[in-house]
């Protein structure tokens, strides 16, 4: 073949990518003028008309290429193989020909072209539609969709007119049939792709998944079908979504509740998923949601009491009298429940979430990944998450978008989430074509190749048909698949919203538009299904029936909170947050996890510095000294799992850790296996699982919280690439971590590793917020700390697991410090006798510092610090021979040990008191520990009661990019807090 045709067929082929018909007849022609010249041409031609991407990439030759394509006339194909020399190839007008005189039938040339052109058009139309049908299907139920008819859909794009459209054309088995008139295509088409359900799946490259979409959707039989029961089934929930909504309308106007009202189907559909999954494996869903149509959903389908639901909006509470917490609104609160459908019980449980649409999601999804772990379900079958969405918020929030990047990764997957947007065209006030750019709100799960099921609202029987062949698909291929239940808002975006000032064309239709109840009643009487007037009877009754809760709802009283269930049923939500809990480890655990600390398998090809590290590992544990910041949390960790508490790790290069400190999996140099000590100290032991994550901090964050809602008993924690990051997560924060309790009652053990501390790196690599961490404490919600010792750092962790009540735990960890001279620990401090320190002495104290200090009442001041700066304030302290200044370090921010320090200070009564903080004075610890520090203080009666500040100026940004300016600014304030004046 020349390069001239090459050049040409590469053009045609991708003319043909827009369904150029054009180009078939030059093909055609060119062919019929020159076969040896256009051999390739029609290999690439098939390849072009094959079904689907995989096998346009597929090795294969041209008759697989052809046979898939349903090419007619086996000479071509034999044409191809080589079977046929190809100048006979020519003559296969001629074949046809004679095969057709051998039955009888005259056929000619143009006959025969006509054939051939005829199936290759048909089936580029059968191809366009499994593409694009979607875009015309009936799917919206007020009928307000761009219907604008799609060039590709058209037949006489293809050269088909209304004279065509009758004659059989072959097209080898694709829809199910050996020859079909376009008429009989485009019917069955129409009816697969362009329907009240439409699949969106030809973006699919995996041929297995796309071929079972294809199969479970396509050709005759595959119709939407239900039976009598099933239908029923359907109407019952529809009558009790619409009835829910209705009596809440009568009995609290305007009070807010977000109604499902125009979105009923996707009750239905929720109860399908949870049957089918039942049936398939699952024995718990965990479902997340916004505020739209919860109410409805935990009612009708967790079983929520309707009573306790009245009670809620009569002003009662979800919990009891006595338990403390700040509570929720009533379209935040979780539930959970079982349910049983034909034998298989599913466990439900519904997350509760703030306001904050989808920040949900990731959490969860690591409540899901908890629950597999805990069933060893490799598969992740029998946990099944379910996000529901609104449009607006679907394609808006990033964490959709992040989460979708979790779902296939190692240690973040949960075998595929369902998501089904509840699609009412409307955010708020806010129309699709102002709040997303792309045609469909659940374009972003394209990126992870999820089949989407666009289903008409008004057709519950085609959104729970969708229901149905989403959770099969998930099943069995354990990936994401999205539901887009298009639907409407029949009120405004809240109960006290007038959507006519800013809708009125949606709105005039929506107020003339029958509810979905009422159309399926029809649809249903016409088919003879129920007696026309049965409806009425049985709204009566749901409404006589949730009549009598209401009444009940006056006297509901939740007799039970649920945070202590299960797996936490040995915890205490009360705890005292001065138990110290029992952290220390025997030498003999101290040695066996050193052991395997040290040891990688026989032979095992290690990188020549990792080896070093190992050989200063294994002196600590010979000298009983030296321990660093790295292998105390080895130790802390490996002590854990050598009792039973796995620990996960997740965060951006953890394995290795962003400063080279950790490599807590040896890295094989040849292949590129991993090896992870951790996991060989000692039979039974629990597993270790570290995880290098994707770049993301709110999703990865959110997930690794959700796993420790649902985890009590292993030690999660999450990891900043550098502490600054850490605000991309702020959300998690805010909303969850430090107020999830309150709102919830659900307790979170997990730890965040926030790399924090000033060593000149620029504004963005020093400072983890403090200051923000601190500003959210109250009420003992979280843990804030700083520790400076590998031992603290070490017995912290342990702490998480080894007290009665569990407490999210935010910790700046060190940078410069792993690999501080100073910054060590002894075998002592980790064994039998230590514990964790929420204040630390000065090092002189314990014969650490060159210094020896004048006696407590001599001392002129007390430096109180926290972190890497204490070594900063040590180093010149000592080099200045300073023998009246005591460095004080608080390793603990809060909950605030007033009690130690009240002790620690009354030594110093008389000394001057002075908090130095390596962070500009509008951030860091300053705000928050001034008047903590002078509560001590007067509480001491000390003679100087109020902290004198050491530290940078307020700044705008956190830290200087000029390393000149950090190391004056750094000198001047260990200048400052060391200098006292008058001396
Ligand atoms: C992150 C975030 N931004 C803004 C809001 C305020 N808000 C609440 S509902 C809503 C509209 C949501 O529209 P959609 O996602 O389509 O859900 P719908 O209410 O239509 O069911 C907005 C903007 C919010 N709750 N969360
Ligand atoms: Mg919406």
Known sequence: MTEHSKNDIFHASSFLQGHNAEYVEQLYARYAADPASVDEAWVEFFRQLGDGEAEVRAEAKGPSWARQSGFVADELTAALTGEWPVEEVKDAGKKIKAKAREKGVEVTDDQVKRAVLDSIRALMLIRAYRIRGHLVADLDPLGMRDQTPHPELDPASYGFSEADMDRPIFIDNVLGLQMASMRQILDIVKRTYCGTFALQYMHISDPEQAAWLKE???????????????????????????????????????????????????????????????????????????????????????????????????????????????????????????????????????????????AVNPVVLGKCRAKQDQKHDQQRISVIPILLHGDAAFAGQGVVAECFGLSGLKGHRTGGTIHIVVNNQIGFTTAPHFSRSSPYPTDIALMVEAPIFHVNGDDPEAVVHAAKVATEFRQKFHKDVVIDIFCYRRFGHNEGDEPMFTNPIMYNRIKKHKTTLALYTERLVKDGLIPEGEIEDMKAAFQAHLNDEFEAGKEFKPNKADWLDGRWSHLDREGDQYQRGQTAISAETLEEVGRSLVTGPEGFPLHKTVGRLLEAKKQMFETGDGFDWATAEALAFGSLLTEGYPVRLAGQDSTRGTFSQRHSGFINQQDEERYYPLNHIREGQAQYEVIDSMLSEYAVLGFEYGYSLAEPNALTLWEAQFGDFANGAQIMFDQFISSGESKWLRMSGLVMLLPHGFEGQGPEHSSARLERFLQLCGQDNWIVANCSTPANYFHILRRQLHRSFRKPLVLMTPKSLLRHKLCISRK????????????????????????????????????????????????????????????????????????????ELERFKEAEMVWCQEEPKNQGAWTFIEPNIEWVLTRIKARHNRPVYAGRAASASPATGLASQHKAQQAALIDEALTIEGK
């Open 216 to 358: 479970r959707i396509e050709g005759f039989g595959k119709e939407i079908q239900f039976t009598r029961e099933g239908r029923r089934a359907i109407l019952n929930k529809l009558v009790e979504a619409e009835g829910f909504e209705k009596f809440l309308h009568v009995k609290y106007m305007g009070t807010k509740r977000f109604g499902l009202d125009g979105g009923e189907a996707l009750i239905p559909a929720m109860e399908q998923i949870i049957k089918r999954g039942g049936a398939l494996g699952a024995t718990e869903v965990v479902v997340g949601m916004p505020h739209r149509g919860r109410l409805s959903v935990l009612a009708n389908v967790l079983s929520k009491p309707y009573r306790a639901i009245f009670n809620e909006f009569q002003g009662g509470s979800f919990k009891p009298d006595d338990v403390d917490g700040s509570g929720d609104v009533k379209y935040h609160l979780g539930a959970s429940s079982d349910r049983e459908f034909d034998g298989n019980i599913v466990h439900l449980s519904l997350t509760a979430n703030p306001s904050h649409l989808e």
């Open 828 to 903: 002592e401090d980790f064994i039998e006798g230590s514990s964790f320190h929420r204040v630390l002495w000065d090092d002189a104290q314990y014969g650490n510092s060159e210094t020896k200090l004048k006696p407590d009442s001599e001392i002129k001041r007390v430096v109180m610090c926290s972190g890497k700066v204490y070594y900063d304030l040590l180093e010149e302290r000592d080099a200045r021979g300073i023998d009246d200044i005591y460095l004080l370090r608080v390793e603990q921010f809060y909950p605030f040990p007033a009690i130690s320090l009240v002790k």
